[in-house]
């Protein structure tokens, strides 16, 4: 056996489904083991696609997916994948080839410094040198990947080593990390600092974040909030840890955010911060953190807790592992007011917008859609207007929304969607970009049609690259430098050469039996909205 | 809304000494580096030598900071996968050295106060030329500091320095290696 087969074997021992990649010669070893594998291959249209699909699949199963490339250009070229889930904290092995051992470090073709380039993005990296050791580091990387708080792995894999031939495969039972030990169970006694506060709190507010999702915990959550009515608010990446609809969900935080949410996290005097970094964009911090607020952060990593903002009580743990410890308590504490206060926000503090009569309303459209989806579908948002229209407007019922939170990446949506139809594929899919983001990944419509992969993409035309044009238009006088799309390619065309149903949503008037249309098969779809340009969000 | 920003408070700047152990992995140095060059924290000096257990390296940083700075370099080191052990070495209960070499110029008149000044800190003649001297001296900053000073009237033609490497004193929080 060689290293690139005990590696292949090693990702049979972690149950890996699928891996997404692009090969060139020095990865050729790794998937010409790979081809007498179980394990079902996809092959992307760029690299930095890989990425995004493994992280896409990570995020509906919670647990690592892979991917994997060549050396040089291809390791280069997944970096953006790897940066976009390291700032979600999504689980991701990224398998690199790399030329031969003894070249290393000679410049010789299609040479580049992985693990130094990706250090700032990754949990931790490998260079494997001796073919013995795949066992262990696989083993290690998987569990790196998945525990505490999660985030993308890279092993990278000479040449050499691929082929050399190893001594005697034997895939650990555990890990033995002498200096990774993160800690999972919170501190009982602020536990119970927390459930006191709760007592003694009259207006308490839970904000939860991504890492609800990461730990698995929104069923934890929802079952604590239900038995003491406590108001929840999420953040970008927490959207879905409750229905939208939810009677005690107040929506979005942030200055993206919806207007009861904000105010709630101001009226409050007690926010719990559950799995949330306190991040720029979530939480004004002179207008939440009063002397008043008493702030509890809890996170599983524990530099994430005081960064930002200083908590009255962090709790370094895991949402799951810390959920059902604060379900062992009774909390005495009677929130009606409060509630009631809230549900006077949500009543009255609601976005108006402008209408915009001859083209297709966002907000309206994204309510729709979502309305019209089924159950448990995912909802893959991309990043610029169309991601905010999203977080506002999409309902949540049983499904997820997925989206490039703190990395802002243009062109996820696609290829997400794609991993995360690899995920569940009985589960339907809804990629939702700008004109903008699309044509970022649009050459994955190849690798749709290629493997008969049915996800509906929605595109909101509006021919300008629109948060950029928005800020330029409240910041920088109109000047519309560098934003506009003119005439753009014919979206029809593109989808006939794909061999993709096409619709057009002109305007409001018939949305809704075109929405039913768009979703009414299984079949691929490419749906092209028309926005006004100068919509904002 | 004022459209100018408040003045920004003066935060004070304080010196700590960071003691990391870690797992000897490769590149291990350079992502400790690393990390402190990404977060835009500052280095003033940085030791590393294996411990009596090789799979270990013990990591002696000085590094400067407010106060929040240097509570989150403590926690973003400690959240390395390869850092096993990360604490601060208080100047209360800890003793720092570091080790410095001094190449002064010499003449046969100036060599014997040379020698005389060497003596007096317990510095050691390590090379004698016609013309120069090497000195080695060890102590912490504040004693290798003021042989510099009083090597004012010389001319020194080049210097080297380690940095500190420092362990706190007693066997209170020894941090034993396990298997």
Known sequence: ?537 | MASQAAPQMKTQMNKKVFQLLVDNTSGVLSRIAGLFSRRGYNIESITAGVTADPRFTRITIVTSGDDEILEQIEKQVAKLVDVRNIKVLNPDDSVYRELCLIKVEVTEKSREGLIAVSNVFRANIIDVSQTSMIVEITGNQNKIHAFLELLNGYKILEIGRTGITGLTRGDEDVVWFDD
């Not at chain 1, 999702?213 to 959550?221: E, I, N, P, Q, Y």
């Not at chain 1, 966002?362 to 909802?379: G, N």
């Open chain 1, 1 to 537: 056996m060689n290293g690139a087969e005990a590696l292949v074997k090693c990702l049979e021992q972690e149950k890996v489904k699928s891996v997404f990649g692009y090969p060139g010669v020095a990865i050729c070893p790794f998937y010409d083991a790979l081809y007498s594998s179980e394990i079902e291959t996809v092959l992307v249209r760029t690299e930095q696609n890989a990425a995004h699909m493994a992280s896409g699949m990570a995020r509906v199963t919670g647990r690592s997916a892979v991917c994997a490339v060549t050396s040089g250009p291809g390791a280069t070229n997944l970096i953006t994948g790897i940066a976009t889930a390291f700032a979600d904290s999504i689980p991701m092995i990224c398998i690199t080839g790399q030329v031969s051992s003894e070249l290393i470090g000679s410049d010789v073709f299609q040479e580049a410094d992985i693990t130094g380039a990706v250090e700032s993005f990754v949990k931790y990296s490998y260079l494997v040198k001796d073919p013995n050791e795949i066992p262990r580091i696989v083993k290690e990387a998987f569990y790196i990947a998945n525990s505490g708080r999660p985030g993308p792995v890279l092993i990278d894999f000479p040449m050499d080593v691929q082929k050399a031939e190893i001594k005697k495969f034997e895939y650990p039972d555990e890990v033995k990390l002498r200096t990774y030990k993160p800690t999972v169970k919170g501190n009982a006694l602020q536990i119970k600092k927390v459930i006191n506060e709760f007592e003694k709190a009259k207006k308490p507010l839970i904000c939860a974040g991504g890492g609800i999702h990461l730990g698995d915990a929104a069923a934890k959550l929802r079952e604590l909030v239900e038995e003491y009515q406590i108001p929840v608010v999420s953040t970008m990446m927490g959207i879905g840890v409750l229905p939208t609809e939810h009677h005690l969900y107040y929506g979005m935080v942030g200055n993206n955010g919806s207007p009861a949410a904000n105010r709630a996290m101001r009226e409050a005097d007690m926010i719990v911060m559950i799995g949330a970094r306190v991040a720029d964009r979530a939480v004004n911090q002179t207008e939440v953190l009063t002397e008043n607020t008493v702030l509890v952060h809890i996170d599983v990593d524990p530099a994430e807790i005081g960064k930002n903002a200083g908590a009255t009580i962090p709790i370094v743990g895991d949402a799951g592992h810390i959920l059902a410890d604060m379900a062992e308590y009774e909390i005495d504490g009677d929130y009606a007011a409060w509630i009631k206060e809230l549900d006077g926000y949500k009543k009255d503090l609601k976005v108006i917008r402008p209408e915009h009569p001859g083209y297709v309303d966002p907000a309206a459209f994204v309510r729709m859609l979502s309305q019209k989806m089924e159950d448990d579908a995912v909802y893959v948002a991309d990043v610029g207007q169309n991601q905010i229209w999203s977080c506002r407007n999409h309902i949540v019922r049983n499904g997820r929304f997925l989206t490039s939170g703190g990395m802002g990446t243009m062109g996820y949506s696609i290829p997400a969607a794609i991993g995360a139809k690899y995920a569940s594929s009985g589960r339907q899919v809804v990629a939702v970009c700008g004109d903008g983001s699309f044509q970022m990944s649009m050459m994955e419509l190849a690798t749709m049609k290629q493997y008969g992969i049915k996800v509906k993409i929605v595109v909101m035309r509006n021919s300008y690259l629109g948060m950029v044009r928005q800020y330029q238009h409240f910041s920088l006088k109109d000047r519309y430098a560098m934003v506009e799309l003119n005439n753009e390619p014919d979206l029809e065309h593109i989808a006939k050469a794909y061999d993709m149903k096409y619709m057009l949503i002109a305007d409001m008037e018939d949305a809704e039996k075109q929405i039913e249309g768009f979703l009414a098969d299984e079949d691929s779809c490419l749906c092209e909205c028309l926005i006004d340009p100068m919509d904002l969000v």
